[in-house]
């Protein structure tokens, strides 16, 4: 498992809530252990303490997101760095049993489970590929999503960094809002135009007389 994989842990966590719509997933032992996806292991030490503790480290990821949107480098780098310090991670080589075809081990870098809690070691492995992901492409690379009122988190690999939204879906709806814009504008100005052609026809006729 490459480290960039553990970026999406940071992202998962983020986007279970939807503070604008006053929405959040967050609200269960199930909800904490559906975030760890295909870690089963991990997500069976999950208990009721963990759901409080998993909301107050997705706030100061959602932070980290915020500041780098904002174009804030130096503040989205050390809000990171203070959760690094307090959730270390404990990387491990590991080959998971996969093999090549020369029946040798698929060894990569793999990031243990914390000894303490499941929220530590969630939280480490989320910042840590977090932290990986923002060194190896930029801290423009993090993003919040531009259609309103969505802010869900987003980790852009566009080739050309123009990455807006977090979905296609997100995408779509805010292409249409332009467009209804676009067209209500032109509406308008058409309305203008003809209202202004249609006075100077009058006071034209009025002159004549």
Same mark, same amino acid.
């Given at each position: 498992m490459e480290l960039a994989y553990y970026s999406d842990y940071a992202v998962r966590l983020v986007n279970s809530e939807d503070p604008a719509r006053g929405k959040d997933s967050l609200t269960s032992v199930e909800a904490v252990r559906e975030l760890f996806g295909a870690s089963q292991e991990a997500a069976r030490r999950a208990t009721e303490s963990d759901v409080t503790r998993f909301r107050s480290v997705r706030a100061r990821l959602r932070a980290v997101f915020e500041a780098a949107d904002g174009g804030d480098e130096t503040l989205a780098v050390n809000l990171l760095n203070a959760l690094l310090l307090e959730f270390p991670v404990s990387p491990q080589i590991s080959g998971h049993d996969h @093999? +090549? +075809? +020369?029946? @040798?081990? *698929?060894?990569? $870098?793999? *990031?243990? +489970?914390?000894?303490?809690?499941?929220? !530590?070691?969630? !939280?480490?492995? !989320?910042? $840590?590929? *977090?932290?990986?992901? *923002?060194?190896e492409y930029g801290v423009d690379r993090l993003g919040l999503c531009e259609a309103a009122p969505c802010r869900n988190a987003y980790l852009d690999t566009s080739t050309n960094r123009s990455r807006r939204y977090c979905s296609d879906r997100c995408a779509t709806r805010a292409n249409v809002a332009a467009y209804r814009a676009r067209k209500r504008l032109e509406a308008d100005r058409s309305g203008k135009t003809g209202l202004a052609a249609d006075s100077t026809q009058r006071a034209s006729a009025s002159g004549e007389r």
């Open positions: @093999r +090549d +075809d +020369d029946g @040798r081990p *698929l060894w990569h $870098m793999h *990031l243990a +489970d914390h000894p303490s809690n499941v929220t !530590a070691g969630y !939280a480490a492995i !989320a910042a $840590m590929g *977090l932290a990986f992901h *923002l060194t």
